[in-house]
């Protein structure tokens, strides 16, 4: 195949020679039939084993297979990986590998300015070119001038490759991602091994698929060799990170392994009742291949019935978990309600993605925190938390569990679809060094020789005991309706409805006293500026705040993974900062949450475009609060910002 | 062990004042079960009660066992987390025609496909009772009620054909109005391993009084209704008078030593589904000429593999695969993965 690399390339490098960069981000978009996710899986995998410190966002559209060649059908997929520490998948890319015209149409303008381009020629003829909206080539009429772009037929070259195989040309196809992942291991300097492991355990049993796959992803690899007259290679090399072991792993694999190893250090077998649900579904396909940890899967009729089982398997003392996204926690609203009269623990995982009704499903957004806290009938408290990347949700979802079970309460686990499908490198930890979990139940001993077992009598902590069916003397009944003090049967008196409705709200808030403070993740410990934000916008903030101290800004960063309750120090932190920066992807739901508590102003800073955070945007915000500040003191006056950002409390 | 308790009729009765209604057919239901209970020798312990909401739901707060009263429709969802983690409970599921039809009807038919092994004692009073009155999905139509003042134009649920439809593992009808006979299926429907889905026709007294009367009443019952027992033909009628043929896939009545014989009687077999089907749409209003009369007793009980058997032998084929594995180690290996790197 002829080099069809256009006068638009930059100066090759020689051969043998290498462009070192700190930090590079990749998009790589095609069909959602061309296997993106996966072409960036093993990408990823692999720039894990390299060493790099990396990010990454999946970005897929609903629909499994949209028309061929439109732009409703592009599937992306941007890594982030670099010699630096790396906290988000990048604001933009600086390659854009697209496999048709349609792929570079929805991605170009992310492209950084002089960017690469990695284009599949085949993807750009007459067809393409109409289903993705272009009246002229764009490889020809000079839509990509200033790109450095590298044209190949994939498909013609993956055919070549696989002349001797026996396959249909519609079976030689689907290797084409191997082709253009090949090329980038080439241009990346990568090893193939891993993605080759990869498909050797795929194909297992069937290796004629493994055989063609593992030569494509060769020949294009040698593609770049043979070819290298115009291409540049780089060199990303490994990051400098804390000594010790380390894997990659997404959000939804870190929420069902966090809910593994609950149920192993709990010794309680662990019942998942689920409903297929974008994006949670992959939680529910991890923990039933985990059968032989003695783990239960119920893929129940409906998201009530799957919250309502695990109701029932932690009646019966089993660690009962449920996994949704926002339109199942409406539908599970009710039986919530009823796991807080119960006081049973119970996990529900949220996978939040844009609202409301169906929205958006493939897309983030933290839709659901005022929902998670506030969403029932009646006055119903419950714990709610965050976890704030794809590694962090292990130990999150690993302390709701504790939570649950040592508070005897529901806690509702809030990931979101950036989380869940997100991967970076994570420090994993030994099961040993994991926190206990210490279930309390209730034995015969329990049983008070005068008035029998009474099931809400409570600790210090306000927590009654777990009393499971089969303990002879511990006979009870419970429910949703109201109940007696202590003695759990059914009271409609005035009083003693207030005195439960208080018991349960002291409960979850006395909580605070077992969980850790706050503290500053980055910046001064006191000063003009903190943002503070949960769930998905840490790897923003953070690199925004990384970002801002080299530019010459003081700004500081904490992040909550306990909203309900709070930490404790919540409040004094706060108040040694001027202005508290509220960044969330909603219309602003955290900060309404805090206004509802502290008196003071809080800032928001809101996006609500189904995508994460863009650093630059954070950046900019903080920035303009810090100079609205500046204003004001050369003003001479110390009175609370007016901000550019939003209206302030 | 000293005291081994021995269960008694009387030991299952809580310290909790019964408010159902004075003269509610509940309270016959609640003490056929209190009376059957025992006999079958299973602990109090591991007798556990779930139900939705609703006046039948309230049973749980009566029977001195474990229970739990907990939300509309939903008894079915907690019933199968419940035996699929705790398979050696004996788990009764409690609930009336608005709880499990209407509002928890499709947990209803999925209990049922799944044939978790439980009872569920459906207790049938076409009526909303605890909302004070309004039709419900068993009400036949034109029925006038609070929310119905021109009559319900809803063709109603027939419970029995719909389990069926379901792929129940048992079906059974009894009364309230008739303690022996209920007592009988209470027996029959512990002892079967499976879903045993017991309808029971329970008279409202204050909202739909009389609903069942041409099929309890002594004067009129012998002739709507038909008692099924396994390999016995059926026979109704005031004096045993009348008999039952299949005429193809139609049931015919007709006069015993007039129009045929006991050897011309359909005999039941409770283990055939397509016969079962055809008793369960022996449906027709009570009293009405030439209608046929009502089934009662088991029609339909065939076992057939259990969900949280099955469950358990995925569970032990898994484990078996990878060697016990809930231990630290195998989950430090979980955590680690295939392609874990260090770096030093």
């Known amino acids: 195949m002829p080099d069809q690399n256009s006068t638009n390339s930059v100066p090759a490098s020689p051969a043998g020679a290498f462009v070192v960069r700190e930090e590079v981000v990749i998009k790589f978009a095609g069909d959602s039939g061309d296997g993106m996710q996966l072409t960036g899986g093993q990408f990823t995998n692999t720039a894990a084993l390299v060493g790099n410190d990396l990010a990454t966002f999946p970005d897929f559209p609903a629909e499994i297979r949209a028309p061929v060649g439109t732009l409703a059908g592009v599937s992306g997929f941007q890594i982030n990986f670099a010699s630096r520490p790396v906290f988000t998948p990048g604001d933009s890319c600086d390659v854009l590998v697209a496999m048709n015209a349609a792929a570079l149409k929805a991605n170009l303008s992310g492209l950084v300015p002089g960017g690469e381009l990695v284009l599949n020629s085949d993807g750009f003829d007459a067809k393409n070119l109409r289903l993705a909206g272009y009246a002229s080539n764009p490889l020809e009429d000079g839509t990509l001038d200033g790109f450095t772009i590298h044209v190949m037929d994939v498909t013609k070259m993956t055919r070549e490759t696989l002349q001797e195989y026996t396959l249909s040309n519609k079976e030689k196809d689907r290797s084409k991602n191997m082709f253009v992942l090949g090329f980038l291991y080439w241009m990346y300097d990568r090893p193939l091994q891993s993605t080759l492991d990869f498909l050797a355990a795929k194909f297992k049993k069937i290796p004629e698929i493994y055989e063609a796959n593992a030569a494509v992803l060769r020949a294009g690899y040698h593609y770049g060799d043979t070819t290298e007259t115009f291409a540049t290679r780089y060199k990303v090399e490994p990051a400098k990170m804390p000594p010790g072991r380390y894997r990659s792993i997404t959000g939804n694999e870190a929420t069902g392994m966090g809910l593994v190893a609950a149920s192993v250090r709990s010794g309680l077998p662990l019942f998942l009742g689920s409903y297929p649900i974008t994006p949670a579904s992959e939680i529910l396909h991890y923990l039933a291949a985990r059968k032989s940890f003695g783990i239960k899967t119920f893929q129940a009729e409906d998201e009530i019935a799957a919250i309502c089982s695990a109701i029932g398997a932690a009646f019966g003392g089993s660690l009962g978990i449920t996994t949704t996204s926002g339109p199942g926690m409406a539908l599970k609203a009710e039986a919530m309600g009823l796991a807080v009269m119960l006081e049973l623990p119970l996990v529900i995982c949220n996978i939040q993605r844009a609202g409301p009704s169906t929205g958006l499903p493939t897309k983030t957004e933290q839709s659901d925190l005022l929902q998670a806290v506030y969403g029932r009938n009646g006055e119903c408290p419950l714990v709610v938390m965050a976890a704030h990347s794809p590694s962090d949700a292990f130990e999150t979802v690993y302390e709701a569990c504790r939570i649950a079970v040592e508070h005897m309460t529901p806690v509702i686990f809030l990931s979101d679809g950036y989380i869940a499908n997100g991967a970076e490198p994570w420090q994993f930890p030994l099961a040993e060094d994991l926190p206990a979990i210490n279930p309390v139940f209730a034995t015969a001993s329990d049983a008070d020789p005068e008035r029998g077992f009474l099931p809400y009598r409570r600790d210090e902590r306000l927590v009654r005991k777990w009393a499971v069916p089969g303990i002879a003397g511990l006979e009870h009944r419970i429910g949703g309706l109201e109940k007696e003090n202590e003695t759990g049967n059914i009271s409609y008196d005035p009083m003693n409805h207030e005195l439960m409705v208080k018991l349960r709200e002291a409960k979850i808030e006395r909580i605070a006293d077992f969980i850790p403070e706050l503290r500053i993740d980055q910046g001064p410990e006191q000063g003009e500026l903190l943002l503070l934000g949960w769930g998905s916008t840490f790897g923003t903030c953070r690199a925004a705040v990384r970002d801002l101290k080299a530019a010459g800004y003081e700004v500081a960063h904490a992040h909550l993974r306990h909203i309900r309750p709070f930490p404790r120090n919540l409040e004094s932190l706060m108040s040694r900062y001027k202005h508290v920066l509220v960044p969330e992807i909603n219309s602003g739901q955290l900060v309404r949450i805090l206004r509802d508590r502290f008196p003071r102003t809080f800032i928001p800073f809101n996006r609500i475009q189904g995508i994460p955070l863009r650093k630059s945007e954070l950046m900019q915000a903080a920035v303009e609060v810090l100079s609205g500040v500046e204003t004001i003191q050369q003003n001479g006056t110390q009175t609370s910002a007016g901000t550019p950002t939003g209206a302030t409390h | 062990m000293a005291d081994i308790e021995t269960l008694t009729s009387k030991s299952l009765v809580t310290d909790q004042d019964i408010r159902w209604c004075p003269g509610c057919g509940d309270y016959s239901i609640l003490k056929q079960v209190q009376t059957v209970l025992p006999g079958l020798g299973i602990p109090r312990e591991k007798i556990v009660m779930i139900s939705g909401i609703g006046c039948s739901s309230r049973f749980p707060y009566y029977m001195n066992t474990y229970g739990m009263h907990s939300i509309h429709g939903r008894a079915p969802a907690i019933v199968t987390g419940l035996k699929a983690t705790r398979p050696e409970l004996s788990i009764w599921l409690i609930t009336g025609d608005g709880d499990g039809l209407s509002i928890g009807g499709n947990h209803f038919i999925h209990l049922l496909r799944r044939n978790v092994d439980c009872n569920m004692l459906l207790f049938n009073n076409q009526i909303y009772g605890l909302t004070k009155g309004q039709y419900s999905p068993t009400s036949e139509m034109g029925k006038v009620a609070k929310s119905t003042p021109m009559g319900s134009i809803d063709h109603p649920f027939n419970p029995g054909a719909l389990a069926l439809g379901a792929d129940a593992s048992f079906v059974a009808r009894s ?167 260090t770096i030093a």
């Open chain 2, 175 to 341: 009364m309230d109005r008739d303690p022996k006979h209920l007592q009988q299926m209470l027996l029959r429907a512990a002892g079967h391993v499976g879903t045993s889905f017991l309808e029971i026709y329970q008279n409202c007294n204050i909202f739909n009084d009389g609903a069942f009367e041409a099929l309890t009443e002594k004067s009129s019952k012998g002739a709507n209704t038909l008692f099924l027992e396994h390999g016995q033909p059926l026979v109704y009628g005031m004096n045993s008078e009348l008999g039952i043929r299949l005429d193809g896939f139609t049931p015919r009545s007709f006069v015993l030593d007039q129009e045929g014989s006991l050897d011309d009687c359909w005999v039941h077999d409770e283990h055939d589904m397509v016969k079962a089907m055809i008793l369960s749409r022996m449906f027709d209003e009570p009293g009405v000429p030439g209608s046929m009369p009502r089934p009662f007793g088991v029609l339909y009980a065939m076992e057939r593999p259990v969900y949280e058997v099955m469950m358990e032998a995925q569970l032990a084929q898994a484990q078996a695969m990878h060697g016990i594995t809930n231990s630290m180690e195998a989950l430090n290996a979980l955590i680690a993965g295939n392609e874990a790197w």
